[in-house]
């Protein structure tokens, strides 16, 4: 049996070591699933986005009021919100074009757009082509993309409120709203699949790794690729 690798006297974490540049290997009994460059930018993404839902929420509704004290007061939540949109936007976009090339949909996966969705919902279905990600997951990635870009040109146009006809900005209004309820609740979903629902998925955006079986359950095609094993020794 090999000894566990040491520097100095620390034993040094293979699966991590391996994460901070590669994705898609095998360590031991893990799988590298978002190297550490993946990582920074999802969290960077996701920071933004909150720092923007709760200096935006505030200015949005009185309801809200309380959460401007986290930015030192409605004054500043107002100063903070357009700048923290911006960089959520950039961020969004690194993350679009980081992500792209593994995001494209197959022609078997179209009808996630209809009745996967609510199989997968109820673990129904046949799951053994799924990729390193499902139809729903790429579904969301798009989803998020737009809607950065919504964000985005809605905020532009209230920023500067007299550059623009009064009907304009009022759609901006309703944009900027719609966009922004309809993605909160897709990040509640999006939490909940991403820790409590399936234990394990976390650890891909902390640790940057999965374990075998859980890339065996939710991502087969995924785990036949990286690791080669079909199957065919199992009963
Ligand atoms: C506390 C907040 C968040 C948690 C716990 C979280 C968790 C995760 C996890 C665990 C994954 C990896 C899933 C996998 O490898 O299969 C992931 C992926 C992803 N996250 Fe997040 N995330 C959060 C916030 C956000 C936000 C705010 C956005 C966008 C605005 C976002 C966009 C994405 C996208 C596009 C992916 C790749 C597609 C997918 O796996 O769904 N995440 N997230």
């Given amino acids: 049996m090999s000894a566990t690798p040491t520097v100095g006297h620390r034993p040094v ?3 991590v070591v391996a994460a901070r540049d590669r994705e898609n290997v095998i360590v031991g009994n893990e799988i590298v699933r978002h190297r550490r460059a993946s990582r920074l930018i999802h969290w960077s993404v996701s920071l933004t986005f909150f720092v923007c839902l709760f200096s935006g929420m505030p200015i ?6 309380w959460m401007a004290a986290f930015f030192g007061g409605l004054s ?18 690194v993350m679009f074009f980081h992500w792209l090339g593994e995001m494209r ?5 179209r009808d996630w757009l209809g009745p996967k969705a609510l199989e997968y919902m109820r673990y129904e279905g046949d799951d053994s082509e799924v990729g390193k990600y499902n139809g729903g997951q790429k579904l969301f990635f798009f989803a998020t993309a737009l809607g950065a870009l919504g964000l985005l040109l809605s905020g532009l146009l209230m920023w500067w409120p ?7 900005l009022q759609l901006s209004y309703l944009i900027h709203d719609v966009a922004f309820i309809a993605f909160a609740i897709a990040i509640v979903f999006h939490i909940y699949l991403g820790t409590a629902a399936e234990p394990g998925t976390f650890g891909a955006m902390t640790r940057g790794t999965v374990t075998r079986g859980w890339a065996r359950l939710h991502h087969p095609k995924w785990y036949r690729d990286v690791s ?4 065919s020794r199992r009963g």
């Fill in 13 to 15: 974490d293979l699966a």
């Fill in 105 to 109: 949909f197959l022609p078997s996966e």
């Fill in 60 to 65: 949005w509704s009185p309801i809200f009021g």
């Fill in 228 to 231: 080669g094993d079909d199957g």
């Fill in 76 to 93: 500043a939540a107002r100063v903070v919100h357009p700048w923290a949109g911006i960089a959520f936007f950039l961020f969004s976009a």
């Fill in 162 to 168: 007299s550059a623009f006809p009064r009907v304009v």
